[in-house]
């Protein structure tokens, strides 16, 4: 994104951050889905993965932090949480410290160079070491053309064996279909300002792009309106041209 684009953006989400509805007792982004739809998801992308194992974890587009305070709960691993939202990171923050969990997490606020997180990643020492690189809800907002570094980045500092877990617009189920048409009309009067809106993909993208980035998908669920992707490292890019784009 250019600066101006990036800031757009950001204040879209530090506008959400304040202005979320919150009932007692919740967070903003708790109004999406369920504690029993949450703890499926978890579950299945995340515990039936092996992260009761995980030591060393990015996330990224953490929100407020309901799958961070899951995993940090079902296991010992530390998280470097990546957001655009300053906003969001505040109250990211104070969630994490409610519950007594903040010394295991550290933030990071991204900005439009594609080497900030690989950077902040390399400072920890957790770069090849790392365990998982997860974005739950946030990548559905992310088009390719920027996802393609947190892509490599995850390539290039997870471990062989780790994780990438994702989810994903599916612009071929038939709830993701019927949301791109819901959302035309109200998206199309948005053109040439960057909010967030829900950037599709598909799954032979999906199928396309992972392998060549050293690897091999383990789920891919199209049965819902987003796609669940797991993916293991199983030979870190060694390639200049793909390492470029986050140089």
């Known amino acids: 994104m250019s600066g101006t684009d990036e800031n757009v953006y950001r204040q879209h989400w530090d506008y959400y951050a304040k202005t979320a509805r919150r009932e007692d007792g919740k967070w903003p982004g708790d109004e999406w889905g369920t504690p029993e739809s949450w703890e499926r998801l978890f579950k299945y992308m995340f515990l039936d993965q092996g992260a009761a194992d995980w030591k060393t974890c990015v996330e990224i587009g953490p929100g407020s932090g309901k799958y961070t305070l899951r995993l940090l709960e079902a296991s010992d691993a530390r998280v470097l949480a990546a957001d655009i939202s300053p906003g969001y990171q505040e109250i990211f923050k104070a969630r994490m410290t409610s ?141 200049a041209f793909l390492l470029s784009c986050i140089s």
């Open 99 to 239: 519950v007594g969990l903040q010394d295991r997490v550290d933030t990071l606020v991204l900005d439009n160079r594609s080497a900030t997180l690989r950077d902040a990643i390399e400072a920890k020492g957790w770069r090849k070491s790392l365990d998982a690189v997860y974005a739950i809800d946030a990548m559905v907002h992310v088009d390719l053309q920027y996802m393609i570094a947190y892509l490599v980045t995850a390539a290039d500092c997870l471990r062989v064996g780790g994780r990438l877990v994702l989810t994903l617009s599916n612009v071929c189920s038939d709830g993701g279909f019927n949301k791109l048409i819901r959302d035309t009309k109200t998206i199309f009067n948005r053109m040439n300002t960057h909010t967030a809106k829900f950037e599709w993909m598909s799954p032979d993208q999906v199928r396309a792009l992972l392998p060549r980035l050293g690897f091999r998908i383990d789920v891919l669920d199209t049965s819902g309106r987003d796609m669940l992707v797991v993916a293991t490292l199983v030979e870190a890019p060694t390639d």
